[in-house]
């Protein structure tokens, strides 16, 4: 009984650390800027600062911004599905010449920083004309190592027989993969789904770079403006950050219970 | 067929990495020009937010209202100092560039060695839209030749933008409990008022905020230089003197550094916390916000000097850049430029944001004066121009930057005497030049 009390005390003070950021932003947003700054850990303002959401509006178009990211976010989730889907497949259940090393040289694309691959990226964009289009926001994503060799496990998991056994039946790989792979590997395929808006929607320097009209621009860059060369306006940035991070928490909360699945079943561990 | 396949592979891969801007590597007396980004607007790629954003909008509309039929500027936040760097970076390899930029003198250095910046005297000496010699004369000469490369020939290849000076604030209340009236004269005082608070209240009284621009500040005001041509000067009396400082301050534990790119020194300031932090003079509408109206409780100065006498700091902030684009979209830019830093716009700026103006005659408009006569410490900074001088602008300086505030941190941490850590600034810094 002691021991129990014990666990869920330990398990209740790990949740209030994981929790007091969250908490600490959402009550932030309600502060003025010198209470948002003080070292002390109050959490409750003094008093209610409602019209800093106002502020946070009026600093940049949001709701813009919003779409974008929701638009840019989406196309990119599908393409990664899609891509990681048939390139997981065709590493696993396929036999070619050259797969392993062509899956050596997916993996390696994993090492190269973006850093690195930034400038001849935006080159690339350029000279395509696509700077500042959607396209510039979307195909440079639409496939990437990590879901590959996910989705690669994956189907490394699934028993032969099952492929044997709808051959007999006349069903081709591509049958076969989008009728009984897909479905049977479905947490890795949420799971996928789930980085691939995670990365899109919280990412800053490619949409920076690639854009330059706010009708294109998306909610991370948003973000910067509350940032200036001489001071940051905490208390916005807090209230923009509470009204960014809503739709990633409810995507993972809806993704919850597939995405455990997976990273018990793939090894993976946060 | 597989080995042929992949030898094309590599060939074409090593063909791509060899261009450097549009044609490849221009000879050494050729420009290359750079396709406009948008050929309907001369684009200007600016890091100014919040209030700074809104007004620097409302000059640019008034601007191109002012000329309804020429190619209109068109403003673009672009990030902080680093993306656009990144962004300029990317966009010359690109071949496609805006019409100007934000840029410190170390950027524009990178910029120019790709023959991406436009050359700015002969658009001054322009008999039309140039700058007369009356209008020269105006500037603070400081400012003007902060912008003349000497690896570029002497080249002219920025204009002055927002300009600021290093400026000591002070919390008068932390000062007054320690028995101080007034705030530090000379580094000297410093370091004793500094014992004196901590004595008093237990506490460190500066936070400090590692920044390469403090030093150099401190080596100014202490008499010395930071480079001689393309040698360092960080071992001379004066440095070691600075570095000094800061080993005192960290042994004595008078100081403590802060979270790098925060603010908390404005912070801790404004909450009482400390007595001192150093910074740039544009942070005074930030540290006016976080005291709440207080002015009061705190105030500004000049740096703590070596002589009193013969008073010194740096003069930082970025100026703009015009890139080699089409003839038009550098007239747009040069319009602009030459508007922007006009006596009037420059006082409105400079109201505005906690910026400089930069020119002389800005001391005889009403509207600064009556800013100056609302609080004794307004004008400080706009004093301190006459003697303020730049960091250099030599290529490799901005990893110079980074090499200073390294051994600033090793002091502060405690792994370095001020003496060590100056020794082997000047050798890695020497090295980094010497390899440009």
Known sequence: ?270 | MLRRCMWVVVCCFLASCGGRGPGGDPPASQTPAFKPIDASAAVFWDRQTTETGALIRTLVDEFNAKRPHALPVKIEHTGGYSDIFRKVSASIQAGALPAMAVAYQSMTAEYAQAGAVADLDPFIRNAESGLGPEDLDDFYPVVIETNRYPGFGGKMLSFPFCKSVLMLYFNKKVLSHAGFDAPPATWDDFLVQCRQIKEKTGKPAYAVSVDCSTIVGMIFSLGGEVCDGKQTLFDSPEAIRAFGIIETLAKEKLGYPITPGSYDDETALAQGSVAFCIRSSSGRTNVAMLMQGAQDQWGMVRIPQGDPAHPRTVLFGPNICIFNTSPEQQQAAWDFVKFFTSREIGVRWALGTGYLPIRKSAADDPGLKKFWEAWPYNRAAFDCLPFAKSEPNLTGWQEVRALVEKAETEILAGLKSGQDAAIELKRKADAVLAGQ
């Open chain 1, 1 to 270: 009984m002691i021991g129990r009390i014990l666990l869920y005390l330990f398990l209740a003070a790990g949740m209030a650390a994981t929790a007091f950021p969250f908490l600490w932003m959402i009550t932030t947003a309600f502060k003025t800027l010198p209470e948002a700054l003080s070292p002390a850990l109050n959490l409750l303002p003094a008093q209610w600062q409602w019209h800093n959401f106002v502020e946070t509006f009026q600093a940049a178009p949001f709701g813009r911004y919003f779409f974008n990211s929701f638009m840019v976010g989406s196309a990119v989730t599908a393409a990664v599905i899609v891509s990681s889907l048939m390139a997981g497949y065709a590493f696993a259940r396929l036999d070619f010449r050259g797969r392993s090393l062509l899956f050596g040289i997916v993996l390696a694309t994993m090492m190269v920083p973006f850093e690195a691959t930034l400038i001849p990226n935006f080159a690339l964009i350029r000279r395509l004309g696509w700077y500042n289009t959607y396209p510039a926001l979307i195909v440079p994503w639409c496939a990437n190592a990590f879901s590959i060799f996910l989705m690669r496990q994956a189907f490394m998991g699934l028993p032969a027989d099952y492929f044997d056994a709808a051959k007999v039946d006349g069903c081709g790989h591509l049958r076969f993969l989008f009728r009984v792979a897909a479905p049977l590997v479905k947490p890795a395929l949420v799971t996928v789904g789930l980085f691939a808006f995670l990365g899109s929607y919280n990412s800053l320097i490619w949409p920076l770079v690639v854009t330059s009209e706010d009708t294109m621009r998306v909610v991370q860059v948003g973000l910067t403006v509350f940032s200036g060369a001489e001071g940051v306006r905490l208390h916005l940035l807090m209230c923009a950050s509470t009204i960014v991070i809503l739709p990633t928490v409810a995507l993972y909360f809806a993704a919850q219970k597939n995405f455990l699945e997976s990273a018990l079943g793939s090894g993976i561990k946060g």
